[in-house]
């Protein structure tokens, strides 16, 4: 079945980086979208990175633009998200997911059908 696992949180001091992994498998990882989201204790669950399917694109929230990256490596099935100058504000539990039609196109969480369980992000000031 389809399966999206985040790993590589944790807890820094502002200004710090940290690379997520996003692993995939149950499905062809090289036809499809993978976004990025991110939830704040008492926020909703907002997209802050897009990249699509082998890569040709990729989008970024204003709040982390110029700082964060997204990439993706077919053969290792997963996908990355390098944050860089991290902030407290920062702060939430990252979730990588997929979905098999709309993809980058919706910013809607409500589109993404498939979501991993999420990796803590804790940044401290």
């Known amino acids: 079945q389809v399966q999206l696992v985040e790993s590589g949180g944790g807890l820094v001091q502002a200004g710090d980086s940290l690379r997520l992994s996003c692993k995939a498998s149950g499905f062809s990882l090289y036809h499809f979208d993978i976004g990025w989201f991110r939830q704040a204790p008492g926020k909703d669950r907002e997209r802050i990175s897009c990249?699509?399917?082998?890569?040709?694109?990729?989008d970024y929230a204003d709040s982390v633009r110029g700082r964060f990256t997204i990439s993706r490596d077919e053969a290792k099935m997963t996908v990355y998200l390098q944050m860089n100058s991290l902030k407290p504000d920062d702060t939430a539990v990252y979730y990588c997911?997929?979905?098999?039609?709309?993809?980058?196109?919706?910013?809607?969480?409500?589109?993404?059908?498939?979501w991993g369980r999420g990796t803590q992000v804790t940044v401290s000031s």
């Open positions: 997911a997929t979905d098999f039609e709309l993809g980058c196109r919706s910013h809607s969480v409500y589109d993404f059908d498939y």
């Open positions: 990249i699509s399917a082998r890569g040709g694109s990729t």
